[in-house]
Structures are given as C-alpha cells and as structure tokens.
C-alpha cells in the first residue's frame, strides 16, 4: 500500500521580485528626507541657542496698540476734611460744659477757662483806660481855658491899639494947631506902634498856644487810643477763656481731664466735622515728582468709583513715603454736581487710584519683572520658539501695562517674566 505525501497540498508561489528591497529603501529615504525637512529647523534653532528654557517658566505678552492711563493705586484713609483743635489761650483751671463724642453746634461753649491773672490783668488796663480818658478830658478844659486867656490877651491888645489910634489922631489934629509940642506929639506916635507891636505879639502867641494846646491833646488821645487797644486784646483774650465750637460736629478726645490746670496754648479737645470727607494716602516715593495738586483720582467703595482730586502733597518724605490728602469731587466730567458718598467712617480704608497720565494710541504691552531685569532697556523678543534680545525704549508705566516707544513692533512677542535667569543671553531656545 502506498502511502500518500502532502505534496497534493502545496500550491506553487510566485517567484519573489528583485525589485522590492528597492521600493524598501526608497520608502525609507523618503522617511529619512522628511524627519530631515521638519527637524533641522528644530535643530537649527537648538543649536545656535546659547539656553533653552521650558515655556511653562516664563510668561508672555502681545504688543498692542491702545490707550495708556498712567496710574497709581494706593490705600487711603478716611479723615474729616475739617477737624479742628483748640487750644488753652491762657494759665487757669478748665472746666467742661460737654463730653467727648457730644454732638455740638457752631459757638455752643465747650469749655471755660478760669484765669485769674488774665481777668485782674484787664480789669487795671480798664482802670488805666479811665484815667486816661479823663486826663484827656482835663487837657480839653485846660485847653478851653487857655484859649480864653489868648483870646483875652488879643482883645485887650486890640482895646490898646484902637486907643493908641484913636490919640494919635488927636495929637495929629492938635500938632497941625500947635496945641502940643513936637515931644508930645512924637510919644502919640510912639505910642501908637507900641500897640501895634503889643497886638501882633498876642495873635501870634495864641495862634502858638492854640497848636500847643492840639498837640497836647492829640497826645493824650494817642495814649487814650493805645490803651483802648490794649482793653480790647485783653477782653479779646478774657472772651477766648469760653471755648466755644467752630463747627457743627461732635467732640473728639478730651486732652485734659475735668478742673485740671493748663498751660498757656496746651491742647485742650478737637471738633470733628463729619459733614465732608477726605482721603489720606501714602504715596511711595518714587512717585512724588510724578504727581501734582489737581489730579484727578477714583475712589472704589462698595463696588461704586467715585471722582476725587489730589489737592495736598506734603514736601516731606517719612518711612519712604508722602503724605496726601485726595477730596471727593463735587462736580463730575460733565460739570454736574456730585454728593459726596454717603456711608464713610472716620479712618476706613479705601482704594484710592490716582490717575497721572493719560495717552491715547500708543504701543504697550502688560507690565512684567522684565523692566526690573532689563532696566527698561531689554526685551526678548519671541519668533518660532525663539527668544531674541533686543534693545527697547519704554515711555510711561501704568500700573497694568507699559509705554513701548521703540523696539518692537504692534503683534510682537515678548517675554515679560524676570529675564536674570538668561544671564544676558542672546538667543534662548523655549521648549514644551
């Protein structure tokens, strides 16, 4: 018996081509070609890099054109715009007539002062005011009296002159006739001038008595008028010895306690007037050349802004910092009148923005630490995962973005973290 092999199973193939591991190799040179095509720009990159750097490291920023508000933001504490303090004018014992946190109006009495020196001080300048007041009174009858004696003194020498006159003329008459003789008639003459003479001094000594007299008199008016001023300061400072309020508000902390003695111009209380508001600020003091009274600011409270304005700025510098004081607006851009938010509470804190600038159209781009490491003056331009120092000019610096005079262009890229860690290279080559 034969037994059958499984040569009745194989099926005959085709014979194997001599032109496949051609198409082999083709495929993988084109493979080869193509990694080449798409990673030597890769590699290019990699290998004129001088660093490279993960992008999860950094932070960017598109340059945009747009409108810059140079600002600065800082706290601010809510202060009575009016808050007066009174002084003690004078040694004594105070006495209240109110407590702190009292409501008062304006000239209620607050507090009074007793001064014994003050008040006995005044009381003896009155009495001099009265003695000089009479002594001008006695000056004016003096000079009464002694105008009567001039006025006299003129009349009589004017009697004389008209008698003198009067024998002259006889004599004249009685010399013509040869009734007198030449002596006779000469002392007529005599006579005559002498009364004329006799006369003129009289008029002339009460004219000089008469300007004595108005200058003694305005004299003593002077010193009546001296020591008038002097009562009226003395009852002015006697008057200051009642403190009364300046404005309607309420007291603040009492300085003094109740019958103590004060000192001349020792603080004595404070009225708070909560009728108006300001705000004070710290400002840092790199920016205090950069601000200027009059500058518009907002206030952010209870998520509403409010305008304000700067109107102080101390001249001095404390703990590297300037001291403000910003006042709520009382008229709005469209010049209507604005209230003063209602709500606010002595020393609350409240966000106050300052706006210092403003320019339309510019390029800037988001503020970031690469100022700091760069001075202003470096950005790292980023193109294809490359990031390229290049020299930038930046203008003015809000507190979100910054000024890009020259450097970069609108669309650009550039990395606004701290640059230090690049330690100034030129190329930085940024991977996933």
Not at 27 to 42: D, E, R, S
Not at 45 to 56: G, L, M
Request: hydrophobic letters at 40%.
């Amino acid at each position: 018996m034969k037994i059958e092999d499984t040569s009745g199973q194989d099926v005959v193939l085709a014979q194997p081509s001599a032109k496949r591991p051609y198409i082999i190799v083709t495929i993988a040179l084109l493979l080869l070609i193509l990694a080449y095509v798409t990673l030597a720009p890769a590699f290019s990159n990699w290998s004129s890099a001088d660093q490279s750097i993960s992008s999860d490291r950094i932070r960017t920023a598109i340059v945009q054109q747009g409108d810059l508000v140079r600002d600065l933001s800082v706290q601010g504490r809510v202060v009575a715009s009016i808050s007066p303090r009174l002084y003690s004018p004078a040694q004594g014992t105070i006495t209240f007539k109110v407590d702190a946190g009292d409501s008062v109006q304006i000239d209620q009495v607050l507090a009074e002062i007793d001064s014994p020196e003050l008040t006995n001080e005044l009381k003896q300048e009155q009495s001099s005011l009265q003695r000089s007041l009479m002594e001008l009174d006695r000056e004016k009858i003096q000079a009464k009296k002694q105008a009567l004696e001039n006025q006299k003194a003129v009349d009589l020498a004017l009697v004389a002159l008209t008698a003198a006159d009067r024998e002259k003329r006889r004599a004249d008459k009685a010399y013509q006739s040869h009734s007198i003789s030449q002596i006779d008639f000469e002392k007529a003459q005599d006579d005559l001038e002498n009364a004329k003479l006799v006369h003129q001094h009289a008029v002339k000594d009460a004219q000089l008595n008469q300007e004595s007299l108005a200058f003694e008199i305005q004299t003593k008016q002077l010193q009546v008028d001296r020591q008038a001023l002097l009562v009226e300061e003395l009852s002015r400072k006697v008057d200051e010895l009642t403190l009364r309020s300046p404005v309607n508000g309420i007291v603040g902390n009492l300085a003094v306690q109740q019958k103590n003695q004060v000192t001349q111009n020792q603080p004595i209380l404070s009225v708070v007037d909560l009728s108006e508001f300001e705000l004070e600020v710290d400002i840092p003091e790199s920016y205090a050349d950069d601000l200027a009274i009059g500058m518009s600011a907002e206030v952010m409270l209870n998520g509403e802004t409010h305008l304000a304005t700067l109107v102080t700025i101390s001249p001095e510098i404390e703990n590297n910092q300037v001291n403000g004081r910003v006042r709520f607006a009382t008229l709005n851009d469209l010049g209507e009148n604005v209230e003063q938010p209602s709500g606010l509470r002595q020393n609350q804190r409240l966000t106050t923005r300052i706006l210092m600038e403003s320019k339309s159209d510019v390029l800037m781009v988001q503020r970031g630490q690469f100022l700091d490491s760069g001075s202003g003056r470096i950005a790292y331009k980023v193109v294809d995962g490359i990031a390229q120092k290049i020299p930038i000019t930046t203008g003015a610096r809000s507190l979100s973005s910054v000024e890009i005079v020259a450097g970069l262009n609108q669309g650009d890229t550039i990395i606004i973290s701290g640059t230090d860690i690049f330690n100034g290279a030129e190329r930085i080559l940024i991977t996933n």
